[in-house]
Structures are given as C-alpha cells and as structure tokens.
C-alpha cells in the first residue's frame, strides 16, 4: 500500500475562526452547521436556508440548509443531522457529496420563473435567480433553490458562485496556492515501488536502463533558461533524444522536430515524439526544414536496424476541438435533472451516444495506437509521432502504445510513472486543457480522452491491471479539483517558474502536492478500492519462463504472410516525408487508410489466436461492440439506472471475499502445521446482509430494504415506425370458434 | 477423399450422403471438404486437416434450404447450396457443376431438414440416446404449486381440464379462486378467446398477492359484457384482502387491444371492470419481433457492421422490444411485491403473457433461479400453458416464410440474459445454459421444445406442418395420413418416445452451473430496463464471428481456481486433524501431505506460493 499516515495533514482544525456572515452568528444551531474547512480555505459567503432539491425518491424532494462559497468549493451544508456513515464507504476526504470544487463547476443554469437560463460570467449581475442548477465535471447535478433565503444573501450567494466559478482569474487564485501554504510539506513518500515523477536525472536513467533503451540524456534545459530563449516552453528539463541528434540541432527550431524519446521496445526500436516544425510556405525555408527533418529521422532509423516510421497525428486524428466539441455534446447526455427527461431519451440512447461521436474517437485513437504497436511490435520498426504541438494526440498515443507494449505500465505506480513521463513532465497543457481558468478557447479533455481508452483496454482485460476501474473514475474526478500540481500546470517550466514566483512572495518554500498522493483523498481502506483484485503480479516461475521463451527471430506475431517485408524501410520514408511537407501537407496515411484498416485488423486476429498473456501485449477488440460505455463514470449519479446488488461488482465482491476465506485457511494451516494453538474459527460464514449495493459502487449509495424499481415512463411508441406488422394479429385466423358460436350462445 | 468414417454420431442418427463439397466460408473464404448429412445433422470437414475446420449444424437449424447458381453459371465457386439457420448464420456450399452434383445432396438436405414436410419423423422420435437422469420428471405441477403452499384457502385445483375439455391449449391441472365453480369457469372460458380462462401461476408466499394469466377477453365492436367474467375476476381480486383494485396488464399496445375488437377479441372495459385498473404494455406482436430479429441478423452476419454500429443496432429495435418486455415484467413482479394481485393477458395469451409472466415470476421468486427451478418455470409458464413452439418455430417445415414463426422464446431469454448480466451472481445457471437451450429449441434432438401445448404433447401425437391443410402424398409413407386431420395418433406418448432436454442437461450439471451463484431468496431481483443498461449478446448473436472470443470469462476462470484452491486447502486442514487424532501417524513437519499421495516425502504441494495479492 502506497498511502501516507491516516493524516495527511486532513482535518486540521483550521486556524481561523468562522466567516460566516455576522447576522447568523448568535444561532448556534447554524453556527455548527460550517462545513469541516480545509486549510487556506475561506469563506466567501453564504445564505441560509436554501433548498437543495433531488430527483432520488428515497430522500424526498428536498433538504433545508445553508450554501457556501468558499475560495475552494461551493458547499451545501444540510440542517438536518445526516444518517450514519455506513453509507458511504467510500469518502473523499477533500470534498463531499454536497461539495462542489470551484474548478469542477462545468455549467451553471440560473431557474428564472420556470425558465431556464445558461449563466455566463458577464450578465447575470442584477438579477438573481429563485434557483440555480450547477452541472459538474465529474457529472453530478445540484439544483438549489434560494426561493426562502432572504433577498439580500441569495443574490450575494448568486453572485458569488458566479463570481468564483465561472469568471476568469489568475493562476495564482487556484486553490492549490493556499492550500499547500498552510499544510506541512507533504513528506516524502518513501514506498516500493514508488512512482517516478521524472523531474530529475534520476528517474530518466532509470527509466532507460528498464527498457534496455540507448539514447541520449540532454541536461540542457536543467533550468529551462533555454525554454525561454532557445526552446520552446514544454520541453523538460530533462529528455532523451537520439544518439546521432546534435545540441545545436536543438536551436533550429526552438526543439521542434527534435524526437524526444519515449520508450524502448525490447527488441531495440524506440519510439519517439516531437512537435512539428511550423508551416512555411516560402521555397527555400521548405526546403531547409525538408532537409533538418530528414536529418532527424534518419537520426530516429540508426536507434535500431535503419527502420523508422514518421506517423502525423494532426493528419490522422480529430482535433483537439473536435475532440472538445464531441465531449461536450457527449457529457450532456449524462448531466439529468429529471427523470422524465432520462426516460424520453433513453429510446434514442444508442443513436444518441453515436452522434456525439465521442465513442469513435475513443476508437480511432486506440486505433491509431495499435497500428503503432504493429510497426513496433512486428516490424521492429522505430516510430517518430508528430503532432503539431507535440503534447495532446502525441501524449494520447505514446501512452497507449506503452500501456499496450509494457506490463508494467499496468500497475499502479507504474500507470502513474508513465502519466508522469508523458504528460506531466511531458508537457501536456493542463491548466488550458482544463480551463481552471476559466479561458474557454483552448478547452479539450485530452487526458479525459486517453483515461477513456486505458478504461476500454481495462474493461476489456480486467485481469491485467494492477488498478481499478474506481481509481480511472477516480483520477478523472482529480482533474477537476484544483488541488494536485499534476493537473494544474501547462508545463513543466509553468511549475516551477510559478512555484518560484510563489514561493519568493510567501516567503517560504510551497510544495503543491501531487494527485499521486492518494492519502490526500482517502484514507487507507478507501484506497483499498483503487486496485482491482483480480490482478495478479507475474509469477517468478512465468518470468523465467517467459524469458527463456523469448523467440530469438524478432518477427514474433507474423502470419500466413500478407504483410510487405520492409516496405517502412527509411528511404521510402524520406520520401514520403518529402510529399507530407509540401505545404499543404496532403497525407499519404488519407490513401493509405484502408489498408492500414486491413493490417491492422489482421495483427488483432493473429494475437487473438494466440493464448492471452496478461503479463504480454494487450491489444483493444476495436468491434463496433466491444467499445463501451464508461458507465462507472458516467452514470454513477443516476438514481434510475443503478442495479442493486447487482453488477460485476457482485463479482468481484465474491472473488475478494473468497480470497479472504483462502488467506484465512492458509494462516490456519500453517498454525496446524506448526503446531502452536488449538485453531480459533475464525471463519464466520458471510453475513447475509439485507444491505444492496449499485452497481456503481463504490459511488452512489446502498440500499436496505425493499424499494421501488425504476419504472420507464415513456415509451414513444409512436416513433417506432413499425409498418403494416404492427397492426396485424399474432394468428391470423379469427377468433372465430368460440367469440362466434359460443359467443353467440352467450 | 476418405470417407467422413470418424464423423461423431448420436445413438440413432444414420449417415445418408457424404460428398465432397466446398464451404464457402463468410470469414475465411472457400474451404475445400467433405460433408456428411445423417438424419439429425449436417456435418463438414475440410481436406487439409490443419488448420481443422468443422462445421455442424443439426437439420432442425435449418429454416431454408435454396439452390444457388445454375449449371450455366459463371465464376469461381458460383454453382451450390444456400442455407438460412434459425440460429443467426447463412452457410455456403460450392460444387462442381458437372453432373448435376448438387441434385442429389439439395433433395436429401431439403427432405431431411424438413422432415415433416415429407412425412418422415424428427429426429427426436429416432433418437437412441440414454441418460442417467429422466428429465420429463423435473416437473410436476402439482408439487409445484405445492411448494408455493398451494391449494390454500383462498385457492383449489381443479381437474376440469383434464381431458383438455375446457380448453385444449392450456395443462390440465389448474389453479382457480376456492370460490369459483366449475360450471363458473365453463362459462367464463364462453368470454376468453380460445378459453384461455385466468388461472393462477404464481402466489406471493406472505403477502397473498397474485399472478394470474389469460387471453383477451371476447369483447368485439359491440363492446360486449360477460357478468361471469366480471364476477369472475373480482373473486380472484378478493382472495387477497390487500388488493383494493385488480391489476389487469394487457401487453399490447393500447391501439392494437383496440383493433382487437374487429376480430371479436379487445379489453377489459373500465366500467365493466369496477375494482381493476388497466395498464398497456406496449409490447408489439409476434411479427414485428420476427422483422425486427432479421434486421438484427443483417448487422452482426457475416460481418459485424463497423461504422455506425450503435445507430444500426437502434434500428433493429431489438434491444428496445427487449426493455418493453423487461419493463412490463418489473411492472407485473413491482405490483405483486407492494401486495397487489395482477391479471396478465395480451390477446391469446401464450406469447407476450408467457415472457411476462415468466419473467416476473423470476424476478420475485428465487426458485426459478436454480438450475431446476428455473427448468419447471419454462416447463409451467412457457410448455404446460401451450406456447406455441412447433408453430412459432416451424419445427421439420420446409414453409420458412410461415407468418407464424417468431422468436418469442429467443426474446425471452434474452431478457433472461440481460437479467444475469445485471445480476451476476444471483442465477444458478450460466451463459452457456442460455445458449445450449436456444441450440436445442431449434435441433429437434430432444422431445421438449416440439410441440404446441400439453394436449398435443399428452395425446400422443406425431407433429404436424403448423398449417397442414390438404395431405401431401408423403414421399415415405409411415402410419395413417387421412384428410383434414391435423392430430394423427400414434402409438406411444411423446414423453416415452423422445428423451427430454432437462435429461440431457441434468445428467451434466456442472457445466451449466454458474459458480458464481449466491443463494438469495429474500431479495426481488429488479433489473434495470434502461438501455443505458441492456445490451446486445454478443455471445449468442455474434457466436459464428471468429473474432468473438468464445472463452471462459477469466473472472470465472480466476474463481474456479479459487474454489479448487479451497478445496485443496480444506482437504489437507481435515487430512492434519486426522492425523492430530492419530498424532503417529506423520512425522510432523512443514511438509503438508500432497492429498494425491499422502506420503510425507513427496514434495511440498503448491502452498508456499499461493499467496493471494489480495
């Protein structure tokens, strides 16, 4: 287990004493109805009492209490003394259910007389709605009523929430600024295995020497004073670039088109990525980039055995808004503040979910990763990725491909070494990615996008990953809560300058903690939720034998041959190169497209064939039917789709408690041998529980008892267009027999 | 080419050709072969033995058999055999044009497939097959209803239909309200469409409620009233003191009861009725569910459609039909569970009425969970109530366009399916239960999916064309063919004659079972009928797709390890204690006895690296 001590510096008394508004101090009664503050936490304002309204039957209609707006969340506190927490045996404990991260409120609608209006930041200063509906991003839906809450507080609570939600602000007004400067240096975690964070040398070497990669180590940027004369700003500090790559080919581009290397394939190939170079149209810088880029690859080529192959990213896959607008349009289907509503679209579900086309993204990705895979894997061929930026797709595909490839980027610490390598020191532009502030135009879920694929491998594998599906559920609700240096920065240089910058107007040392310090969340039995226990470590037997296996002749998966030997050799490659950099850049990968379909396809039936190693490559069924919907995260909130005591949680639950029994049976026999004690029965069978869970546990709530079953309530027969059939009878005779003759007689 | 001598056949099950043949496969093109056609089977092998590819269908899969190319034709392979299956696939067979050597297998294929149409015996009446246990004793309606405490006060049995009098297509034992007579009943069968009278299937055990079943009630434009219908289900309301108005669930779609009344049928009119509520299920007809099965073949055969799968699959509507009949079936086990009594009909009661009632029944009894139980449901809800099988799915009838196939009873198990996939651990049976069942409700291998109703099943039958009209010279002449009838007695009922399913799956339960399975009985099992939660199954629909993986679930597999584990550990904890009693036994040590060989010197067995990561 990886976690801190049970406190991580949580549920320190905050050192201040209340912020609530002078006029309900005196009501003590109200007074102890503050939310437990997390440090730097301070209250903005509040109003009382205001309705919180819920669609779920079980808690009937609505619950009184006080709204805050504090500079880290919206909190709803309830007057009522809330039920034991049997219920919730999964607690996060930044937040709670009635807590909303100001970073995680997605959109705002204000309820005017029956009407329903979007808010955005620039109106909405005067008048004040009766209610207000908050959709999150990690998809739960508030609605508050401020109908009882006296004139005055309802439109300071209002404007408030707006104020610190929606508008746009500095970086230095994320939370995570105040709230690191009041905790203790989060201590050095000193667990094994522990996740490299790859912001020092260390950590690189390491991570070559694993995969038996031979590349070169650039220091050059150690202080990014390059990033902000030479380089452009997302380099790392640190990277790897091939061996024939020269430190003044850094300058030639400010590092664009420089292939920073990602991972080694055990046979010798490497993948690479970089940013590609700028678009020119003049003839002689074309020619000029024409020929640096020519360099680099054939820089890539002599890694391994001359072979490389340049994939463009930017060509091939959405763009980075496309891929925002189909989230938005996708994510909309789940945020469902009636029921009426969940039940009118459940008709159209399926074509409702493929208009979005956020599934086929998911798909065109993993897609792209595996065709990837195929060059590494069977053709051994070295991979350069270009994208225009260098660190969205790039990021998408480099980590699939080595998720893919490498076993141990399925366990834990291992899944959060390669987020760290790749996107986070790689460069990825967290903080516009995910709009923390509040700057629309260069929104996009990229990481959201790649923690969907992982979840499709992951669903489709469940036995190969050392995580769970709760903790991909959980990962993605972190994005959204302004706490983590992980997902607040737009590069690696932005954190550190920033942190200096801080750091030198505080006076002190701030220490952002990162998302990988799970004790910040949750407490050692929740933790427990985040491996999946079906996963099992390579056996050492399986290791040796494994590695005596290994096939000598490198071409391991190749087939009843269909595939051209060599057709990716580098000279054809320069050439093709040539084509792509000719201004408009037509791609060849457009024609190619088919049969890229066909290979691909192929390689999956070949290693389909073959045994599953769960410990070996791990391909994606790209099947129309075998992408799915991440239901966990998406429908956890929907109180009408949850399944009690029913799920594969079920599953699992028995495997795990089976596994217990085995535990306990092992320690009882090992005493029997030994000899010590008379055994102690300490195998009580499972108590049957009336206790149901969802299936979305550990998410939504159980339930005891009986309830009701959600009951569809719209069937808009009228636009199941079922022709002449529909009216026909079952037979076709007439009830003739007894509606006639003993009708008659009647 | 050798002959196909090796070819597996069941006892009774006789070789009738064997020819070379190429099978055009969807997936991996021509495969040169031999085929081999007996009396139950059609059975292919290919000429090169590696890779192998079989190929077996039994003759009762068979829906249509279609010659395809002449002997003029042109091109590879274009001149040969195309048959439709009932069980989601097409196959392909190419032969040589030369010699019309194709007449012979169609003609043979065609009369074997078809049998009934040629007057010859499905195969179920040739079998030879034994098996330990005699499956058409797994239901006894009697000890059924006594395990639901039944007769009780409120509720007898009667006999009235034991010679099928009262009605022909229902069992012969029934359960009616303690308060209604005989004569009653006879003359509410009068104003119930084929005398589909309510009886009972299923009681709550505490609080009294009940399902009851029916056909729709003979109503006709008149808008006709019967005051022993009336009377009648107001005493099935009044056995329950808690049900203050009688459910009626009319599974179709309101428009369709309405356009009933053309054909003398309808529905329970409000003011009729005084103490009932009516509720339409919207559930469509057996045509509908037929087209929208064909639809859902044309997407996932051969090849699974790519780019727009999931709005395709809406336009099947299969999975929608699929959430109508779940939906009405929580509605039914939601009403029957707050302590209300139900009626359910549609308009004979022996399609949509059996999947509800079934799958209600399911819902609310923990029974028909098991393995067994849930082998006397389909034997009381779907065969002893008279689901039409051998009409619904044209069993040896070569008339494959017949209006009155549909796959009612595929739908159901689907809405099985869909319920296990939600609840996993809560059904005894597993996928392949599922699936084997679907196999054999088409091969015609054993007696139980043959015929109509337990009347034609009882009175010793042979089956018949679901519309024999006018006899056919029969190409083998076997008993007594005369004009009109359409019921030829033969010499020995069907239970004696064919061996029943449950025979078959009984004699080898484990590989049915679900070891996932947790003995819950207090629960109702409320699935969700979202599609956000229902799905396609993938692995009955897609089964002939190479690409879909036909593995053990590795969730499944990682239990059954588990289990054995157990076992193992078990074995050795009770070995030790033996051996504590006998303390001289074994030397002591930290070798545990490998329990294969209780010798104290073989190795140390798996123990030491059984550590769990858990």
Known sequence: MFSLGSNGGKYTKPSFVSYVNPEQKGNDALQEKNPVFLPGEVVFCSASPVLKCTHDDLLEGSIMGTLFCTNFRISFVSDQVLLEDVVQPFRNRLYGENDIPLTCVDQIYGDYDEKRKLITNTQMKNKHPNGIIVHCKDLRVFQFSLKLAKEEAAKKIFQGIVRHSLEPKSLRCIFAFSYCENIAGAPETQNKPRTLMFENIVDWMEEMKRTKGNCKLLEINKDFTISQKVLFDRLPQFFFIP???????LAAYQGKGVPIWCWSHHSGCALFKTASLPLVQEESFLRAQKLYMERMLNAVAHNYLYAVKAVDLSETLPSIQDIQQSYSRFKQNFLIDNIGEFWISDMKWFSTLETTR???????????????????????????????????????????????????????????????????????????????????????PVFLLFLECVWQLLQQHSLAFQFSETYLTVLSDSISVAIFSTFIFSSPYQRVSSMKTESQTHGSLLNIPSVWDWSLQFDCKSQEFLFNPLYREKSKQEKTRNKNQRPKPIRQLSLPNATPPKKYFFKEETESLRKMLRGTRISRWMHLSD??????????????????????????????????????????????????????????????????????????????????????????????????????????????????????????????????????????TELTDNSVIRGCAD | MELLTDAPLLPGEERVIDKDIIYICPFSGAIKGRVLISNYRLFFRNVDADPAVTLEVPLGAISRVEKMGGASSRGENSYGLDITCKDMRNLRFALKQEGHSRRDIFDILFRYAFPLSHGLQLFAFLSQEKFPENGWNVYNPMQEFRRQG????????????????????????????????????????????????????????????????????????????????????????ATNRTTSKLTIFDARPNVNAVANKATGGGYEGEDAYQNAELVFLDIQNIHVMRESLKKLKD?????????????????????????????????????ISSGSSVVVHCSDGWDRTAQLSSLAMLMLDGYYRTLRGFQVLLEKEWLSFGHKFASRIGHGDKNHADADRSPIF???????????????????????????????????????????????REASVRPQPPHWHAPQPPAVSQGHWSDGVTVVRLFQEVKKKTVSLWSFINSEPSSYSNPFFTVDLSHVLYPVASMRHLELWVSYYIRWNPRIRQQQSPMEQRYKELLALKEQYLKKLEELQLSDRAPQVFPRGPHLSNSASPSPSSPPPRVTRLQTPF
């Open chain 2, 150 to 237: 039944l007769p009780n006060d409120q509720w007898r049995v009667t006999f009235l239909n034991s010679t099928y009098e009262l009605c022909d297509t229902y069992p012969s034992i029934l359960v009616v309200p303690y308060t209604a007579s005989d004569e009653d009943l006879r003359r509410v069968a009068t104003f119930r469409s084929r005398s589909r009278i309510s009886v009972l299937s299923w009681i709550h055990p505490e609080n009294q409620a009940v399902i009851t079943r029916c056909s729709q009630p003979l109503v006709g434009m008149g808008g006709k009233r019967n005051r022993d219908d009336e009377r009648y289900l107001e005493l099935i309301r």
């Open chain 1, 358 to 444: 956020w599934l086929s993204i998911i798909r065109q990705c993993l897609h792209k990763a595996v065709e990837v895979v195929e060059y590494l894997e069977k053709e051994n061929t070295n991979i350069l990725l270009i994208e225009d930026g260098g660190t969205d797709l790039s990021c998408v595909i480099s980590s699939l491909v080595q998720l893919m490839l490498d076993p141990h980027y399925r366990t834990l610490t291992g899944f959060q070494s390669l987020v760290q390598k790749e996107w986070v020191v790689g460069g990825h532009n967290f903080l516009e990615r995910c709009n923390h502030l509040n700057n629309k135009d260069k929104e996009s």
């Open chain 1, 595 to 732: 049969s890229a379909q066909a290979s691909v396809w192929e390689f999956y039936n070949a290693w389909q064939q073959k045994p599953l190693d769960y410990h070996g490559l791990l391909l994606p069924d790209l099947d129309g039917p075998a992408i799915r919907l991440w239901m966990q995260r998406y429908l956890r909130w929907i109180p009408e789709v949850q399944i009690f005591g029913g799920g594969d949680i079920t599953l699992v639950n028995k495997i795990t408690s089976l596994s217990q029994e085995l535990e306990e049976l092992r320690m009882e026999l090992e005493q029997q041998v030994r000899q010590a004690d008379p055994r102690c029965k300490s195998t009580e069978t499972v108590n049957k529980s009336t206790i149901r869970m969802s299936c979305f546990f550990p998410f939504a709530s159980c339930r005891s008892g009986s309830f009701k079953p959600a009951i569809p309530t719209s069937h808009c027969d009228g636009e199941m267009d079922m022709g002449h059939l529909a009216e026909r009878e079952d037979e076709d």
């Open chain 2, 299 to 335: 997407i996932v055969f051969p090849n699974v459609e790519e780019s727009h799968w999931l709005s395709s699959l809406e336009s099947t509507h299969w999975l929608e039909h699929i959430k109508l009949v779940l939906s009405g079936a929580i509605q039914v086990a939601d009403r």
């Open chain 2, 410 to 456: 595929l739908q159901f198990v689907d809405c099985v399916w869909q319920m296990t996939k939600q609840f996993p651990t809560a059904f005894q049976f597993n996928e392949h239960f599922l699936v084997t069942l679907l196999d054999h409700l088409y091969s015609c291998r054993f007696g139980t999916f043959l015929f109509n109703c337990e009347s034609m």
């Open chain 1, 243 to 249: 061996t024939n790559v020269l430190e003044k080919d």
